[in-house]
């Protein structure tokens, strides 16, 4: 009873403290920020597509996050700021390798379990290989006065179905627009 509450709080904490993307950001150290009051979403970059609800994510996830910020939707010729989106997919592989001393127990159990103590010897080691598709979405942040790059995000995360994508879109526009520089809005 003592182990399967443990493992299910481990598994609860677990599942709550990991992200499903990874974000970065930067800018630019001279900009003026509280200048910008407006973007506009520009075409994608290079003939760039999402899918419709990934497309309805990051246009709702980009009103939401930048409406925080004090940031409001415009047209491109009244717009401070072109939030141009570059989205790119790579086939990856992840090769993982671990010891093991049998039966599936792992370092963490004790040497001897239940009725079955487990051989005296070196662990076992395997090796998992895992092939997946990253997703990069890049969101740069050009001043339309001076066409120059103010401000720039980039999202990581696994492709899934059109579903989980929207989800991670989701997330990795909020996140970024998070630490868009300047204050909230009052």
């Known amino acids: 009873m003592k182990i399967t ?17 990874s974000v970065e950001t930067d800018r630019d150290a001279g900009a003026d920020f509280s200048k910008y009051q407006s973007y506009h979403l520009a075409s994608a970059a290079s003939g760039e597509t999402l899918s419709p609800s990934s497309e309805n994510a990051l246009r ?16 491109h010729k009244k717009a401070d700021l072109s939030v141009v989106r570059h989205v790119f997919s790579k086939d ?4 993982q390798q671990y010891n093991d001393w049998g039966y599936g127990y792992g370092a963490g159990w004790p040497y001897r379990y239940g009725r079955y103590g487990m051989w005296a010897g070196a662990p076992m080691t395997y090796t998992d290989i895992r092939e997946y598709t990253e997703g990069v979405l890049v969101l740069d942040f050009v001043d339309n006065r001076t066409n120059k790059l103010v401000f720039r995000g980039t999202g990581r995360g696994t492709v899934g179905s059109p579903e989980s994508n929207a989800q991670k879109i989701q997330e990795a526009v ?13």
């Open 5 to 21: 509450l443990l493992l299910s709080a481990f598994a609860t904490l677990a599942l709550v403290s990991c992200s499903t993307v």
């Open 60 to 75: 709702s996830s980009l009103r939401a996050g930048l409406g925080a910020r004090g940031l409001q939707e415009t047209s």
């Open 92 to 95: 990856k592989i992840s090769v």
């Open 174 to 186: 909020a996140r970024i627009t998070s630490q868009f520089p300047g204050s909230a809005a009052p």
